[in-house]
């Protein structure tokens, strides 16, 4: 990252380190920044330190190392309810004992907004959110969508610049996640803000992102838009994190170019992409997406194909979903489009199945 | 509650509302029953178990609490000793009229007579002494020495009588004049020793009518010797009170065409009680105690002769009846009035104190870990393994003039030796003992509410440009309300009861109307009063209750 792109960042973090305890680092040497209007969403399993993150970002725990900024100013030192950032809980954690009027109406009453100002504002985040109807209602009488749409519109109705949104969609079913997922991304969209997002939820990561961090041990493992993500992943964890992933394992037998072999535990070779292998002798596991590999291919003559014995065949309705036998795994996933003239193979069926080079990626052993 | 069922409530609701407009009228089950009628029988066996399960507790709570607790609230209204130990003075009573200045005419001596002579043989005459005695002081010695010369007036009769007729003077010539002839049969074929029980006494047929008063008498004499003494009244001469009716019966009646036992006896005494020596029962009264002359004695009886007075509640709100209706009492006879003030002024500072106290610790326990907040809870509670009183004195040995606190304090130079701070046996003692005792009734409820409050909540705020003040006090402190209204309910109406420790260390300045209530009980013997103040306090709390419920609404509290 040049010096340029630092000093644009809106939000950054800077060799930011987090111990709880004093014995162990929750976050590692965190470095990130986003420019403004970035839909930025941290995913990783619980306990990867990304919530930790945001925590530090809104002002409840303090950085043990680093410096924290905001539009360019170190904000290690200025308390929460300065720093003039909305957050959205994932309990929503909307008042009580307040209606939903009232909860819009505390951010700006402490920010001592004239009695006008506040109904309007309150009116334009409401039905911003299509909750017009619901201002006298307590947020117990709202069903959870209903409620975390409020909160949104309280994050959102003080106007920040930057929201904070702390796995927001969690405790709602599928299809209300969806909606609320589409929501939350126009709005962010319409209103030019600047969203940090955490979730466990990798769809919700891919389809609301510009881009993704995806942490892991207190660490940024990749950040990236999510098609990058997805198709070029930097390292196993996000392989195997982000999507459905065939992972086989071997060693590095032949480096050319932008091409190598790798040679497999069970003796078969394979060409794949080196990512994180430089010379032969490399352990690495290699990644291959279900969706490229192909069935008795047709590839170059000197491309390597390997022996496959059908395990399962499971009708998905747009996509064939086959489990293999290959080099010795039996967790082999080949997903194939619905088409008029797709084979279906039967269990039992021996194939032959390969791919492109490109299409696998030798990373790193783990 | 999530949208999947919120989506599903209206959707049901829509299918039930359609099936109403296709049947109007009552739901009906599968047999054509009306369904609250099978929905009822249904639950029917549920109910009965449930109550099954609480009935042990339940008859016992009714039978030892609800019933006493009923039974001495009744207690604060109830008059019949006067009624019952004087009916005929009550009764005839009733139509004086006390503002007259006048004194009852001659009838209301005589009924008094006759009741109090009966009274004091049944030894009950000095039991409503002290009842009215609360009302009048001297009452009571009046109806003490009245029962010891009562005989004075009935002695009159007597010695004519007997000087007459010396068998006026002999049980049986009496029993034979008055009882039944079968029941003196079965009286002297009864045998002591038999176990059997005494034949009741009767009286004999048509004697009512020709000797009424006397009949009254002998029969009340009977019954007294019959069932308090044992007795027959075969071998006992009658009271001479017989023997004053006796005469007032023959001076009134006709009896010569009496032809029963002892007729010639009796005749022979009616032809010669018309030159007896007499006296009227108002002198005879007089010459028993001078104190029948005055007006107030009849106007206090003649005030309390109703079965239910409001005289106990009068008296617990410094008033008095009087002939003109409730008066307040003088200014230097008030004390309930103050003694109630200073219950609930007190009982409100407590409350107070225990907020200001409890409140940051139990938001502290709600706060730290669940370790330390266990170890905090049992600093907490220790204080309720200790004995009560051993609290109690603990304070009395910090607070004293030579105790703890002011030997400190003198120690440190902040107060002259001669003039140590009196902290103990007034309302400051009385207020820091008892914060110090309920305090854990108002950390409990505060520590459960808190604990259900997630920190959430103030980071919220806080994100959303909240100080930690108003984070605090408008995000926080509202939803800690209903603690705060269980713990103030709970240690209020504690407070205003408690007996104990103001009783230790309150003094004369700060003891509760609990310990005048207790006085009463104990002491002066006064329950009605007693049972006034209780109830009164009672009402108190409830009303107390009701104005809560109406502010704070009752639903806000949470006792955990």
Redesign the interface.
């Known amino acids: 990252m040049t010096d340029m792109a630092k000093q644009d960042a809106f939000v950054a973090f800077e060799r930011v380190q987090k111990s709880y305890d004093g014995e162990t680092l929750v976050v590692k040497d965190l470095n990130l920044s986003m420019p403004k209007g970035e839909f930025l969403t941290m995913l990783g399993p619980s306990g990867s330190g990304k919530t930790t993150c945001l925590m530090m970002l809104a002002g409840f725990e303090t950085a043990t190392h680093g410096a924290i900024k905001l539009d360019g100013v170190s904000i290690n030192d200025i308390s929460p309810h300065k720093r003039g950032i909305g957050m959205v809980f994932q309990n929503y954690a909307l008042f009580p004992h307040m209606t939903v009027a009232e909860n819009l109406s505390f951010p700006l009453e402490v920010r001592k907004m004239g009695k006008s100002d506040r109904e309007a504002k309150i009116k334009r985040a409401l039905d911003m959110v299509q909750m017009g109807n619901f201002a006298g209602r307590r947020p117990t009488q709202l069903s959870g969508g209903q409620q975390q749409r409020i909160a949104l519109a309280r994050a959102l109705v003080f106007e920040p610049e930057l929201v904070l949104m702390d796995e927001p969609l969690g405790a709602l079913d599928k299809q209300l996640r969806e909606t609320l997922q589409f929501e939350i991304t126009r709005l962010a969209h319409d209103l030019g803000i600047t969203v940090v997002y955490v979730t466990h939820d990798q769809t919700e990561a891919l389809t609301m992102s510009d881009r993704v961090a995806v942490f892991d041990d207190g660490r940024i493992q990749q950040l990236a838009p999510p098609d990058e993500l997805y198709e070029k992943p930097q390292n196993s964890f996000v392989a195997q994190f982000i999507g459905e992933n065939n992972a086989l394992d071997g060693t590095v037998q032949e480096v050319r170019g932008n091409r190598c072999t790798v040679r497999l535990e069970s003796g078969d070779v394979i060409d794949a992409l080196p990512v994180n292998v430089s010379k032969p002798g490399d352990k690495t596991r290699v990644s291959i997406r279900p969706e490229r590999v192909e069935f008795n291919p047709e590839l170059g003559p000197d491309a390597h194909t390997l022996e496959a014995e059908v395990l399962e065949f499971v009708y998905m309705g747009d996509v064939f979903r086959t489990r293999l036998r290959v080099a010795g795994r039996d967790d082999f996933v080949v997903k194939t489009r619905n088409r008029a003239d797709q084979v279906r193979l039967r269990p039992g069926e021996k194939v032959k199945i390969g791919w492109l080079p490109e299409d696998c990626r030798a990373l790193d052993a783990t | ?6 989506g599903a409530a209206p959707g049901h609701k829509k299918a039930s509302a359609a099936k109403a407009a296709e049947k109007p009228g009552p739901m009906v089950d599968a047999e054509g029953r009306p369904l609250k009628e099978s929905l009822n029988r249904s639950l029917r066996l549920q109910k009965m178990r449930a109550l099954m399960l609480i009935a042990p507790l339940l008859i016992f709570v009714l039978l030892t609490f609800i019933a006493p607790i009923a039974d001495m609230l009744f207690r604060s209204v109830q008059n019949g000793i006067v009624s019952e130990t004087l009916p005929r003075t009550t009764h005839r009573l009733a139509d004086w009229d006390a503002t007259t200045g006048d004194l009852p005419d001659e009838a209301v001596y005589e009924g008094l007579y006759y009741d109090l002579f009966i009274a004091a043989e049944r030894k009950l005459h000095t039991r409503l002494g002290s009842r009215l005695n609360y009302e009048m002081t001297g009452m009571s010695s009046l109806f003490r020495q009245s029962g010891r010369s009562l005989d004075d007036i009935g002695d009159v009769y007597f010695d004519q009588f007997k000087d007459l007729d010396p068998n006026w003077d002999e049980a049986m010539p009496w029993a034979e004049l008055l009882g039944d002839p079968e029941w003196i049969a079965e009286m002297q074929a009864w045998d002591e020793d038999s176990g059997e029980t005494m034949p009741t006494f009767e009286l004999a047929d048509g004697i009512s009518d020709l000797l009424p008063l006397t009949a009254e008498t002998y029969s009340a004499f009977a019954d007294y010797v019959q069932s308090e003494d044992g007795d027959s009244p075969l071998q006992e001469e009658p009271w001479v009170l017989v023997h004053t009716a006796l005469y007032q019966d023959l001076m009134a009646k006709d009896v010569s065409g009496y032809n029963g036992p002892q007729a010639a006896m009796l005749k022979a005494a009616d032809a010669a009680v018309g030159g007896f020596e007499s006296v009227t029962f108002k002198d005879g009264m007089e010459g028993v105690d001078g104190d029948w002359l005055d007006h107030p004695t009849w106007e206090t009886i003649q005030m309390y002769s109703p079965e239910f007075t409001n005289g106990y509640f009068l008296n617990a709100v410094d008033m008095q009846k009087t002939p003109d209706g409730p008066a307040m009492r003088d200014d230097d006879q008030r004390i309930y009035g103050l003694l109630f003030k200073r219950t609930m002024f007190m009982s409100l500072m407590i409350t107070g104190s225990c907020i200001l106290l409890g409140y940051p610790i139990a938001w502290l326990l709600s706060n730290v870990r669940v370790r330390t907040a266990n170890l905090l809870l049992i600093l907490v509670l220790l204080p309720f393994w200790t004995s009560l009183l051993v609290r109690t004195s603990a304070w009395k040995v910090m607070l004293q003039q030579q105790g703890v606190i002011n030997d400190v304090l003198v120690w440190l130079g902040l107060i002259a030796d001669d003039s140590r701070l009196v902290m103990i046996n007034n309302q400051f003692g009385t207020i820091v003992a008892m914060t110090h005792i309920l305090l854990p009734f108002m950390i409990l409820p505060l520590y459960s509410v808190m604990q259900t409050i ?1 920190p ?2 103030l ?10 003040w ?2 605090f006090w ?2 926080y402190f ?2 800690s309300v209903p603690g705060i209204g269980a713990g103030s309910i709970l240690v209020f109406i504690l407070s205003i009861g408690y007996y104990i420790t103001p009783e230790i260390v309150g003094g004369t300045t700060g003891t509760f109307i609990s310990n005048r209530i207790a006085y009463h009980i104990s002491s002066s013997l006064n329950w009605g009063l007693a049972a006034a103040l209780g109830t009164i306090l009672l009402a108190l709390v409830l009303g107390l209750y009701y104005a809560y419920d109406k502010i704070v609404g009752i639903d806000n509290v949470k006792l955990g």
């Open positions: 509650m999530s949208d999947a069922t919120a997630p959430t909540y980071r919220a705020a806080k994100s959303l440009g909240a100080t930690n108003t984070a408008r995000v509202p939803q």
